[in-house]
Every structure is written in C-alpha cells, then in structure tokens.
C-alpha cells in the first residue's frame, strides 16, 4: 500500500498531491522543481522555489476540476474551473505553453500555462488516503521547512494556523521568530494541525469556487467537472450530461467494486498458477530421474562404439533439465511481482472506494479506473503463461530411437513423443445462427498439435462424421438442418499420435427458418434486406430463397404490396436447377399454386389441376407450408387454409426444396419468414 501513497520522485510519502496530464502525480514542491521554461527569457531566472509559498498556498482552498486549465495543447483543451467559461486570454495560453514537465514515470511531457505546476488539479482523494495512512502506522509529521529527504528532516512540533506550515523546533526560531507580525500567529500542536488541515480541506472540497456559497452537488459527465447548480443554470453545461453528483458516484463505486472483485479474482487466479509453478521443480526432478533411468536401460543395451554417446546425451539432458528450472524460476518471479503489484493496487483502491466524499473520488474516477486496467492488463500476463504451463510429467517425455545403424551413433539423440492434450470447447465464441453453426476451441497442453478432427452427427444423435479437419481453432458449418439438436466433438492430432475426442458439444438450430430471396435471374429486383421482390419483364420470372429444406415443417408468407396487371403469381417451392425463365411449376422441379384476380390452379411438370375460384387483391397475404416429412405443400391466404398439394416424383428430381415465387411486371412482394408453421388440417 504505501508504494502506492509514495511520490516516484522525492521517495517519500506525497505532500499536498497534484495530478499530471498522463494520470500520474508527485509532490507539489516535485512538480515546481521539475517544470521547466519552454523558453529562457533575459528577465526572469528560475532561482529556488519558496517552499513556503508552495505549502500554504495551495492549502487556501482554491480546487481545480480533472483537466486542469494548466494543462494545455491536446490534453488541456477540455480543461475548466467547475463550470466557469474559458476566456480569449486562456485560448491565447493553450496553444502558448510556458513550462514543461516530464514525468518521471511515463517520460511524457505535460504542458503547462502560466501557472505552472502550481495550476495543476489537487489530487485530493491520494491525500485523504496519505493522511489516513499517517494515523493508522502512528507516521510523525516531518517539518516542512527542514531541508533533504524524509529521513534528513526533523519531526514537527508546532503548526501555524496562518501559515498552515509545520515547523520543528529548530525551523520555528529560525523561519517563524515570535516576533513582529508573526507573534500574532496561533501555534497549535502537530495533531490539532492535523484536524485543522483536514476540516478545512473538508470544507473547500465541496464548495464552488466560483460561487462560494454553494455547494457542489452535480457532476458534468463529458466535461468530468463539479458544479454547483448556479454553474449549471449560467454556464455552457446545461446542453451536457449532468447528473447529481451523489447518484453518479454511488454507480461508479458500483461498478469500480465490481471491477475490484474481478480484479481479486484474477490475482487468486494468479496465486494458483505461482503455486503450481513452484511445486514443478521437484516434479521435474522426478521426471529427470525416469528418463535417465530409461536412457541408461537403452544405452547399455546397444555395442560399446554407443557409450561414449550416452555420456554427451546425459550431458545434455542435465543441461536442459537446468534450462527447464531456470525458466520456472523466472516464470516464478515474473508471476510475484506482479501478484505483490496488483494486491498493492487492490488495497489502494479498496481504500479510495470507502472515502465518502464524492467530489474528490469522482475527480480520481479517471485516474482509478485506469489503474485497475493497469493492474488488469498485469494479471492478464500471468494468466496467459497458463496455456503455456505443461504438466510436470509430460516436461520431459522423451524416448530414445533404437532403430539408426552404427554408422548414425554421431546423430544418435533424443526425440520428442508426446500425444497432443485434449482441446476444450470455447462456449462463449461457439454460436448458432439459423440453420448454421460457429464452433471454437483451444489447445491444451501438451501444445504438441500439428491439426484437429471435427466431427458433428447428423442432428438425430446419428453417427459422428468429418467436416474439418486442419490447424484453425474455428469451424463454421452451414446448410444444417432447422429445428435440429447436433452433437460436436474434436480432437487434436500429431505424429505420435491424436487425442481423445472432447466431451460433446451440443448446439440447437433456429427452430423457424430466417431467410431472404435471391436475385435469381437478371430480370427479378430484390431489395436491399432481401425481402421486397419484383420484376422487370412482362415474362414470368422465379426467385428463390436463401435457404433450402430437407427436413422438418416450414412456414412463410408473402404479402401482395403492388398488383398492377391481371398476370398470374405462382408460390411454391423448386428444386436447384430449376428454369428462371418460365413460370413456377412449369418444369418438373418446381411446385406451385399460381393465382391471378380471379381464381387459382396447381400446376407440376406443366400439369395443371385444382382449379378453384376466388383470387388476390393488393393487401393479401399468402402463407405456404412445407412439411418435408410427408412431402406436401399447404397454401395459405389470409390466414385461412386453401388447399393442400402432395410433391409427386420429388424423390426422383430432388429431396431439397428452396422457397420459390415466379412474377412478371407489375407485382411487388414482400416476404415474411421466421414464422412458426399452424397445424393443417384436412381438406
């Protein structure tokens, strides 16, 4: 924690925070001391900074927002005092920096106005939790007026009220004599400073600076700004997002606690893997001891020209068992250091969360919630090294290769036999979409896998059959059946050998069917979603949906939009290879029921029959019903079942239909799919 609390500059514990433009902070009197002029002007020298100026100062209670006004070019140009407008005069700044300072963490360079680091935003929330820290480690306060580093500086004995300094014993006779107009001045203890300091920190925190008065109760979301409600009535951020400060704080500690607990996790997570890893090198020695033990057996078997052989093969095979711990122990250290640095970051944050004033956490919001990436990105590293991590036993599996003749001994040496580990399905990428399914998997160790077996059964729980088999991880496999359960399985494969199949993986196709018509002749117009349909020519043209059936009851319908002429509209279904050119039903891989104004026929293999009356006006909608299982074909119109139609010698011409309409000039369609199918009842 108290890394944290500590300032990358001076090394000691932060006094009086400021916030830099990359979201990292020092010390005020740090920040003075690092800026630098953008320019050397004849009539100014940088001399040595005031360090009473630099403590009483920025304790008057003047508060900056997120984006200080300091900050200038890209990252200032948003920057603003609670609500308050930017003058022509800060415009003229912000593109004219007057100092520069580098961080000494990130190397960026943070352009300053006039102000310099005395303008850059308090950093409030890091100096309640250093105070906090303070008490609760019983730290002493340090004068402020000692020269040197933490551990050179005197303890403080006395605090001004006017000056909002603490002094030693030795500073206060010579920086603040009890006489002239500094007799005047109220000593008080270093622990009523303490109180005094933090009340009145309290005070200003929440009060607008621009109207003293009031309160800071809401909260600009894309100026990240405090305001008082006479800022939002008088100022530009009454066409922004506002929201009251205390609602919006409370669903950002919501959502930052979240991210904590996800972040907790993740270093368990990583506590595991240390773990694992630690308890490796013992393992591995075991495992070295097996191999040599087999490499021995084997060698004293084969003509003594081998023996000098066997010694340089052990002597590798030492080596390498070195080479495998030394990488451990890195791996080891890597994954501690990382683990300390985000249990650091997690207590940190912890703490941020549970200070109640809203002001100053929502001005570190920013600031925190990159942290908790920071810290994130750092798990995620260690996390990754899982994959990678192979069982202690199989470190090491070797065999030796009997079969080389003597005049190969000066090749004779070790080959890897692994069989691959058994993949594992990936749930949240595997995915099912109409009547097509997305399957993800990943490696597991042992990573020795040269290509993967796909396998899926034929949605009936049938036998398992090959649909890819290659080194992609992902497999997308349309053309499936509706309304159908599949089972998926695959394994990985390589020379010595593949793996076991993954436990089954069980994926559901759409139960209705989603789909558009098809441009399938030059003459059809089809819009843009693949819905509305027409044509061109004054000669019967067919267009076909997307999908195709062989399986299982399908439904959809057709709502008549424009009907210009007394042409016939045939709905049906076809076969592939149907002819375009004709009307629906005319060749025998087409079936359909084809109506004008004033009656309706079916019509297969140019065979005309069931003739009825009654036809269709603009605003009709025809529904057609295709059960595969029985092979027949139901029309529809307006709700209301017409007649039936059994797909005679379909058996022979095709056992997959695509929906299928034929139009002529005129006559606009629209299609309506997705629908469940109504029971049909007989005629």
């Given at each position: 924690?108290?890394v944290?609390?500590?300032?990358p500059?001076?090394?000691?514990?932060?006094?009086?925070?400021?916030?830099?433009?990359c979201?990292?902070?020092?010390?005020?009197?740090?920040?003075?001391?690092?800026?630098?002029?953008c320019?050397?002007?004849?009539?100014?020298?940088?001399?040595?900074?005031?360090?009473?100026?630099v403590?009483s100062?920025t304790?008057?209670?003047?508060?900056?927002?997120s984006?200080?006004?300091?900050?200038?070019?890209?990252d200032?140009n948003?920057?603003?005092?609670?609500?308050?407008?930017?003058?022509?005069?800060?415009?003229?700044n912000?593109?004219?920096?007057?100092?520069?300072?580098?961080?000494?963490?990130?190397?960026?360079?943070?352009k300053l106005?006039?102000?310099?680091?005395?303008?850059?935003p308090?950093?409030?929330?890091m100096?309640i939790?250093?105070?906090?820290?303070?008490q609760?480690?019983?730290?002493?306060?340090?004068?402020?007026?000692?020269?040197?580093s933490?551990?050179?500086?005197?303890?403080?004995s006395?605090?001004?009220?006017?000056?909002?300094v603490?002094?030693?014993?030795?500073?206060r006779?010579?920086?603040?004599?009890?006489?002239?107009?500094?007799?005047?001045?109220?000593?008080?203890?270093?622990?009523?400073?303490?109180?005094?300091?933090?009340?009145?920190?309290?005070?200003t925190?929440?009060?607008?600076?621009?109207?003293?008065?009031?309160?800071?109760?809401?909260?600009?979301?894309?100026?990240k700004?405090s305001m008082?409600?006479?800022?939002?009535?008088?100022?530009?951020?009454?066409?922004h997002?506002?929201?009251?400060i205390?609602a919006?704080?409370?669903?950002r500690?919501?959502e930052?606690?979240?991210?904590?607990?996800?972040l907790?996790?993740?270093a368990?997570?990583?506590?595991?893997?240390?773990?694992?890893?630690?308890?490796?090198?013992?393992?591995?020695?075991?495992c070295?001891?097996?191999?040599?033990e087999?490499?021995?057996a084997q060698?004293?078997?084969?003509v003594?020209a081998?023996?000098?052989?066997?010694?340089?093969?052990?002597?590798?095979?030492?080596q390498h068992?070195l080479?495998?711990?030394?990488?451990?122990?890195?791996r080891?250290?890597?994954?501690?250091?990382?683990?300390?640095?985000?249990?650091?970051g997690?207590?940190f944050?912890?703490?941020?969360?549970?200070?109640?004033?809203p002001?100053c956490f929502?001005?570190?919001n920013?600031?925190?919630?990159?942290?908790?990436?920071?810290?994130?990105?750092?798990?995620?590293?260690?996390?990754?090294?899982?994959?990678?991590?192979?069982p202690?036993?199989?470190?090491?599996?070797?065999r030796?290769?009997?079969?080389?003749?003597?005049?190969?001994?000066s090749n004779?040496?070790?080959?890897?036999?692994?069989?691959?580990g058994?993949p594992e399905?990936v749930?949240?990428?595997?995915?099912?979409?109409?009547?097509?399914?997305?399957?993800?998997w990943?490696p597991?160790p042992?990573?020795?896998?040269?290509?993967?077996?796909l396998q899926i059964?034929?949605?009936?729980?049938g036998?398992?059959?090959?649909?890819?088999?290659?080194?992609?991880c992902?497999?997308t496999?349309?053309?499936?059946?509706?309304?159908?359960?599949?089972?998926?399985r695959?394994?990985?494969?390589s020379?010595?050998?593949?793996?076991?199949?993954?436990?089954?993986?069980?994926l559901?196709?759409?139960?209705?069917?989603?789909?558009?018509?098809?441009?399938?002749h030059?003459?059809?117009?089809?819009?843009?979603?693949?819905?509305?349909?027409?044509?061109?020519?004054?000669?019967?043209?067919?267009?076909?949906?997307?999908?195709?059936f062989?399986?299982?009851?399908h439904?959809?319908?057709?709502?008549?939009?424009t009907y210009?002429t007394?042409?016939?509209?045939?709905?049906?279904?076809?076969?592939?290879?149907?002819?375009?050119?004709?009307?629906l039903?005319?060749?025998?891989?087409g079936w359909c029921?084809?109506?004008?104004r004033?009656?309706?026929?079916?019509?297969?293999a140019?065979e005309?029959?069931?003739?009825s009356q009654?036809?269709?006006?603009?605003?009709?909608v025809?529904?057609?019903?295709l059960?595969?299982?029985?092979?027949?074909l139901?029309?529809?119109?307006?709700?209301?079942?017409q007649c039936?139609?059994?797909?005679?010698?379909?058996?022979?011409?095709?056992?997959?239909?695509?929906?299928?309409?034929?139009?002529?000039?005129?006559?606009?369609?629209a299609?309506?799919?997705?629908?469940t199918?109504?029971t049909?009842?007989?005629i």
């Amino acid at each position: 924690m108290e890394v944290e609390l500590t300032c990358p500059h001076c090394g000691i514990l932060y006094h009086v925070p400021v916030l830099l433009g990359c979201n990292h902070s020092l010390c005020l009197a740090c920040a003075v001391t690092l800026q630098e002029p953008c320019s050397v002007r004849d009539e100014e020298s940088p001399g040595e900074v005031d360090k009473v100026s630099v403590f009483s100062d920025t304790d008057s209670g003047v508060s900056c927002t997120s984006r200080p006004t300091s900050l200038v070019g890209p990252d200032g140009n948003s920057g603003s005092s609670n609500a308050s407008d930017t003058s022509s005069h800060s415009a003229e700044n912000n593109n004219s920096p007057a100092f520069t300072l580098v961080c000494p963490q990130c190397s960026v360079i943070n352009k300053l106005d006039d102000g310099g680091a005395h303008s850059l935003p308090r950093y409030k929330i890091m100096e309640i939790l250093v105070d906090k820290f303070r008490q609760r480690s019983a730290l002493p306060e340090k004068c402020q007026m000692c020269d040197g580093s933490s551990d050179v500086r005197h303890d403080a004995s006395l605090f001004c009220d006017q000056c909002s300094v603490f002094y030693c014993e030795n500073c206060r006779e010579t920086c603040h004599p009890k006489r002239g107009p500094l007799a005047a001045h109220i000593m008080l203890s270093v622990a009523e400073g303490r109180s005094l300091l933090r009340e009145r920190r309290r005070e200003t925190d929440v009060k607008c600076t621009t109207h003293p008065q009031e309160t800071l109760s809401m909260f600009c979301l894309q100026c990240k700004v405090s305001m008082c409600v006479n800022c939002l009535s008088n100022g530009l951020h009454h066409v922004h997002d506002v929201h009251a400060i205390s609602a919006i704080t409370q669903t950002r500690k919501k959502e930052m606690k979240l991210e904590l607990h996800q972040l907790s996790d993740k270093a368990k997570a990583a506590s595991e893997i240390i773990h694992r890893l630690k308890s490796q090198p013992a393992q591995l020695e075991t495992c070295m001891q097996s191999v040599e033990e087999a490499l021995v057996a084997q060698v004293e078997r084969l003509v003594a020209a081998l023996h000098e052989r066997r010694d340089s093969l052990l002597i590798w095979l030492r080596q390498h068992k070195l080479q495998k711990i030394l990488e451990l122990q890195e791996r080891i250290q890597d994954a501690t250091e990382s683990l300390q640095e985000t249990t650091v970051g997690l207590q940190f944050n912890i703490e941020a969360i549970k200070e109640s004033d809203p002001v100053c956490f929502m001005e570190a919001n920013e600031v925190l919630s990159k942290r908790i990436e920071e810290l994130k990105f750092g798990c995620d590293e260690v996390l990754a090294q899982e994959a990678a991590v192979a069982p202690s036993a199989q470190l090491l599996q070797y065999r030796v290769d009997e079969r080389p003749l003597a005049d190969a001994i000066s090749n004779f040496t070790f080959i890897q036999f692994q069989v691959p580990g058994v993949p594992e399905f990936v749930p949240s990428e595997c995915s099912s979409v109409n009547n097509a399914v997305t399957i993800a998997w990943q490696p597991q160790p042992p990573l020795c896998h040269s290509s993967f077996s796909l396998q899926i059964d034929d949605g009936n729980r049938g036998e398992f059959k090959e649909v890819y088999n290659g080194d992609e991880c992902v497999c997308t496999i349309d053309g499936l059946h509706f309304n159908s359960v599949y089972r998926a399985r695959v394994k990985a494969c390589s020379a010595a050998g593949a793996s076991d199949y993954t436990p089954p993986l069980t994926l559901h196709t759409s139960e209705v069917a989603w789909f558009f018509m098809e441009r399938s002749h030059p003459d059809v117009n089809v819009s843009e979603e693949g819905t509305r349909v027409s044509c061109d020519s004054y000669e019967h043209r067919i267009s076909l949906g997307s999908v195709a059936f062989s399986r299982g009851c399908h439904y959809w319908q057709y709502k008549l939009l424009t009907y210009d002429t007394n042409a016939d509209i045939a709905f049906g279904v076809a076969a592939k290879g149907v002819n375009t050119e004709a009307i629906l039903g005319k060749c025998a891989r087409g079936w359909c029921r084809y109506v004008d104004r004033e009656r309706a026929w079916m019509m297969h293999a140019g065979e005309h029959f069931n003739r009825s009356q009654g036809g269709v006006q603009v605003g009709d909608v025809v529904g057609v019903r295709l059960n595969t299982d029985i092979r027949t074909l139901t029309f529809y119109l307006n709700q209301v079942q017409q007649c039936s139609m059994l797909l005679k010698s379909c058996s022979s011409v095709a056992t997959v239909f695509h929906p299928a309409v034929s139009l002529s000039r005129g006559v606009t369609l629209a299609l309506i799919s997705g629908l469940t199918p109504p029971t049909d009842t007989p005629i």
